[in-house]
């Protein structure tokens, strides 16, 4: 079947808010390593690995391996038994959460994971009220929505929360931008102090973080940022939960956790996407004490079933035999040096931090935010067959975020075909004009 059959079938029957990438959707049918092909048999280099979720690539024979010898034996007992493949991955997880005494509770998604960490922070706070990062994005459901800073992502304004917005460190369209690192890392701690002290009832349950934003357009802070809010939080007995959809499993190259590149320990970290390579998996890793502040039952029926942790346990196996984190150290390196050589009037900035890298784009000359001609160049990208992401505020954002397993020379492929389209969305542009 053609793309263009199934996609009338899919607008009849899908909800209408689900969207779709290009003009002309498609449909990615097969993968190996970093290379997907489509419906209609085109191959494409993927830079974004199913939304961050195929973190070591596609048809990892040691991951194929471990799911088809658990499924062949057992997919399903739930938690009212003991899962050995849960109890293995929480320890790998634990062990480098940099949380003492952690313990561990797996769920099936990001979302899911975020609601956890809420249900623990408003818990053990006895109070409904959060702080969330402007720009954050943490989910579908209610509570997540709510604490959602993105207008394009935010469904309803109904919360089961008190949120309040603080700065982010997102830097590029800050009043602050002005200021050096200190000085910025200062104005944006002072900010919180005075949101804290003048528009919250004072007994915040946490913060709610993520070090590296990922639907924001890879936004990120600079280095004082986190230790700066964190010291804050403190003196208020504020928990902060590093939400690390995106930016775990050595993605940013610095660090297993993200947050814990920043010098900052949080009290709960939530994780899901890359975990299971793409099997639906997700959780959140805290502290005993934290965990454990529920005085009832909580149970998730398929969260971290035996399929799903064996697909886990051996995608973190595969990245840590591989040392990943320093592939995406160095090709991520590589990449943002090449990003930031194109010199094209388009780019407004490059940012990130190993394998997530944003390159916002503004109309030549100005810092308004250029968001046809990022649509365009996803386009342009995909018909010179390279497959990338976008987000940001305003959507002008794209997002190169490949699987941990990159080469340079799969990074100097995609630098090309995203210097020429850019190149061809410019001159389009002008033609235009
Ligand atoms: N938190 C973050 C930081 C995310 O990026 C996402 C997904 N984009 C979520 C939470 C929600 O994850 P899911 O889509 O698996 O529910």
Redesign the pocket.
């Known amino acids: 079947m053609s793309h263009a059959e199934l996609l009338q079938r899919h607008r009849q029957v899908m909800p209408s808010w689900l969207s779709l990438y290009y003009d002309d959707p498609i449909e990615l049918v097969r993968g190996t390593g970093r290379r997907v092909t489509d419906g209609e048999g085109r191959e494409y280099l993927d830079f974004f690995g199913g ?2 979720a195929t973190m070591v690539g596609h048809d990892i024979p040691e991951i194929t391996a471990a799911i088809r010898e658990q499924a062949g034996r057992l997919l399903h007992s739930s938690t009212l038994y003991m899962i050995r493949n849960q109890v293995e991955l929480a320890e790998r997880i634990a062990r480098r959460s940099g949380i003492a005494d952690a313990r561990v509770f797996f769920v099936n ?6 609601e956890a960490a809420l249900l623990l922070a408003t818990q053990q706070r006895r109070s409904h009220q959060v702080l969330a990062l402007r720009g954050s ?4 459901s209610f509570g ?1 929505v709510a604490a959602t800073g993105i207008r394009g992502w935010s469904a309803t304004a109904l919360s089961p929360l008190a949120v309040t917005y603080v700065h982010s460190g997102y830097r590029y369209r800050s009043p602050f931008r002005h200021l050096d690192d200190a000085g910025f890392v200062a104005a944006c701690a002072e900010e919180l102090r005075t949101i804290l002290e003048t528009s919250t009832a004072g007994d915040v349950a946490c913060l709610l973080a ?1 070090p590296v934003q ?2 924001g357009g890879f936004a990120t802070p600079p280095e004082g940022f986190f230790p700066a809010m964190k010291e804050i939080l403190d003196e208020y007995g504020i928990l902060l939960v590093s ?1 690390e ?2 930016s775990g499993w050595g993605r940013t190259g610095r660090s297993f956790f993200a947050m814990n590149g920043f010098g900052v320990v949080p009290d709960a970290i ?1 994780f ?2 890359g975990l299971g390579n793409g099997v639906a998996i ?1 959780g959140v890793v805290a502290s005993a004490s934290l965990m454990d502040c529920l005085t009832a039952n909580s149970i998730s029926t398929a969260g971290g079933n035996p399929l799903a942790t064996a697909a886990g346990v051996a995608t973190v196996d595969y990245l840590l035999d591989h040392d990943l984190q320093t592939n995406a150290d160095k090709v991520g390196e590589h990449l943002m040096r090449g990003l930031r050589a194109i010199d094209s009037p388009l780019i407004g900035e490059v940012r990130g931090m190993g394998l997530m890298i944003g390159v916002e784009l503004v109309l030549p000359g100005t810092r308004e935010p250029a968001v046809a001609a990022t649509g365009a160049v996803l386009e342009a990208a995909r018909e010179r067959g390279l497959l990338i992401g976008r987000g940001g505020l305003l959507g002008n954002v794209l997002r190169v975020t490949p699987p941990m397993t990159v080469t340079v020379a799969e990074a100097d492929e995609a630098l090309s075909v995203l210097r020429d389209s850019l190149s061809a969305v410019h001159l389009a542009m002008k033609e235009d004009n």
Request: aromatic share 4%.
């Open positions: 939304l961050l998604s990001g979302t899911e994971a975020v994005y943490h989910g579908r997540t993520e990922g639907a939400d959809v995106q939530t899901a996407k997700g």
